[in-house]
């Protein structure tokens, strides 16, 4: 596992440089995967679960679900950004974008949470598998999401305006 969860990882990244044709967008969109473990972590440890193969598993289905929302955060401030008018800002574009994501990005934390959070209250064959790979996805979820919601946007318009100032910069010097 230790050998599995860093090459999983790095082939995410990979996939997200070949697909955005950026590696600072890729790196905004992975940044999600630590703020969903924070969740998973915290809500892991609440409930006393080890680090087991099912947890792992938990937070491998965790990544791959907070770099979708990642990777569907940065489409919609793309597709936002050009739609841009003359009279709009830079920011406003990324906030359009950021709001049409709002509901769809509420609607996947809602049903994954509320449909894997009936299980560490559940008994019978099979649960002493399926809660720690639970546990990880709900306290995740909730992490990711004020991540995705109000981070990435705001991390948007950051890299953004270290790209303007670095042209203007470099200008200064030609």
């Known amino acids: 596992m230790r050998l599995i969860v860093p090459i999983t990882l790095v ?31 915290f809500l892991q440890r609440a409930l006393g679960y080890p680090m087991t193969t099912a947890v792992i598993i938990g937070y491998i289905s965790l990544f791959a679900v907070a770099v979708q929302t ?5 489409a919609f401030i793309r597709e936002a950004l050009a739609r841009k008018t003359q009279d709009q800002s830079y920011t406003d574009a990324v906030v359009d974008g950021s709001v049409m994501r709002l509901r769809p990005k509420l609607m ?22 399926m ?7 709900i306290g995740g979820m909730v992490s990711s999401t004020i ?10 318009v950051i890299i953004e305006d270290f790209r303007q100032w670095r042209s203007r910069r470099l200008l200064k010097t030609a």
């Open 11 to 41: 082939i995410i990244f990979g996939l997200l440089v070949l697909a955005f044709r950026s590696v600072s967008e890729s790196i905004l969109t992975m940044m999600s995967v630590p703020f969903a473990m924070v969740g998973g972590v």
């Open 70 to 74: 990642g990777v569907l955060m940065v």
């Open 108 to 129: 996947t934390v809602a049903t994954i949470v509320l449909s894997l959070s009936l299980i560490p209250f559940s008994t019978g064959p099979g649960m002493e598998i």
């Open 131 to 137: 809660k720690p790979i639970a546990a990880p996805s």
């Open 147 to 156: 991540h995705v919601l109000f981070m990435t946007p705001c991390l948007f």
